[in-house]
Structures are given as C-alpha cells and as structure tokens.
C-alpha cells in the first residue's frame, strides 16, 4: 500500500537554528498537510496546501514557518529560527482529493528537538 | 475553536473484552474520523464517517456519527493485544477534504492478556 515517507526520523537542533522537515505523499495525492503533536498532548493542525499554495494555516502556523513544494515528489516544512516549544513530533499527511470523502494519511512523522 | 471531547483518558481491559470510547462536541463536525496511533508512528485511519447516524464497521470495529452531528462513538468487539495504543477521534468542518482536522486528546488502551 502506497505510504507517506518523512525524513528525517529524528532532529535535533539548536534554539535559534532553522530545519527543514522532509514529506514525500502519496503520488497521486493533491493535498498535502502538516501536524505536530507536543509529547503527550493531542495532534494539531498547521496547515494545508493545494495547488502550489497554501489552502488554510493554524494559529500555530506563525511567520517563523514556511512550506514548500520544491519538485513533483516533496512537499517541505520549514521553521527558521527554533524555539524550544517547537520540540514536538511533526507529522505530513496527504489526500487523494477535495472530494468529500477522501481521508488523510499519515507518515510516521519527525521527531524534532530544540535544546 | 473547535473542540472534541473524548473518554474515556485510558482504559485497561482484560484480552477477550469489548471496549467502548467516544467523543463529543459543542459544535456540529461534517465528518467523523477514528485513528490508531501506535509508538512512534503517525495515526492510521480506521474508520471514516460522513452522514449523520451512519454506524460503520471494520472488522471487530464499529464506528458511528452522532445524529446531532456533533458526537461519536468507536467500539471494539473481543479485544486482542495488537489493539494496544492510542486512539483519536478527528472531526472536520469543512465540506471538502482539505479542511482541518480537529483531533480530541486520545484514550490510551491497554490490553492484558
């Protein structure tokens, strides 16, 4: 069954540093997303993009985050400067379309940690 | 914004048992998503509901959409270990399926055998 990858599994970064976190979707997906969900606590929406651009973001989803479609395949969550409350399991999804009914699939997700 | 309420917070069960969760809300979803989540994985989707009082199953689950719109249920018949793990409710607003989902705080399971 066609999975979503995300790479890497793990990343530690320093408070201030940027990362990038890597999503390959499903091919023949449109939709794509990202989540994170703190140790412990419920998963939450960042945001969704469609067609090249952003379609809705989160209250979460502030100017120190930024997506990004770079080729036909990946699909980039970016945060530039890190603090330490971004430490949380990241996780991409994607769906097969805006037709009502198309349910999202997860990737095993990116731990981050800022120290 | 939007809430989902779920419960129970954990549950411990005998293997063999039947398991009950659910979840509410003070505000109407359009649809109702049930995800697993294992350790160190992303949520997988078990059951998808998109019509009010709709009652699906998959397996030894069963799922159903409140007819208020605005609850959910997921029931579990005859446990068995691998059924271990975290399991979300989700609910969209949104009539298409890019809008977002909104996810209640989970009841962790946990299965003796």
């Known amino acids: 069954e066609p999975e979503v990858t995300q790479t890497p599994s793990h990343q530690v970064t320093q408070m201030g540093q940027e990362v990038i976190l890597r999503c390959v979707p499903i091919?023949?997906?449109?939709?794509f997303y990202w989540y994170r969900q703190i140790l412990g606590q419920k998963v939450e929406f960042l945001v969704s993009?469609?067609?090249?651009?952003?379609?809705?973001k989160s209250e979460i989803f502030d100017d120190q985050f930024s997506v990004e479609r770079p080729d036909g395949s990946n699909f980039t969550l970016k945060i530039r400067s890190t603090k330490l409350e971004d430490s949380a399991m990241y996780f991409c999804?994607?769906?097969?379309?805006?037709?009502?009914?198309?349910?999202?699939?997860f990737g095993n997700g990116t731990r981050l940690t800022v120290t | 914004g939007q809430q989902l309420n779920q419960s129970p917070q954990s549950m411990f069960i005998q293997e063999g048992e039947d398991v009950s969760m659910n979840c509410t809300s003070s505000s109407i979803f359009n649809t109702w998503l049930w995800y697993k989540q294992d350790p160190g994985e992303g949520p997988v989707l078990l059951i998808a509901?998109?019509?009010?009082?709709e009652l699906t199953s998959n397996g030894r689950l069963t799922a159903q959409f409140g007819i208020t719109r605005k609850d959910s249920f997921l029931n579990i018949s005859a446990s068995i270990p691998s059924d271990v793990g975290i399991y979300f409710c989700?609910?969209?607003?949104?009539?298409?399926?890019?809008?977002?989902?909104?996810f209640g705080e989970g009841t962790q399971l946990t299965v003796n055998p």
């Open positions: 509901l998109y019509k009010a009082g």
């Open positions: 091919s023949n997906h449109l939709y």
């Open positions: 989700a609910g969209q607003v949104g009539e298409t399926s890019g809008s977002r989902l909104t």
């Open positions: 993009f469609y067609n090249n651009e952003i379609s809705e």
């Open positions: 999804a994607s769906s097969e379309s805006v037709r009502f009914g198309s349910p999202l699939h």
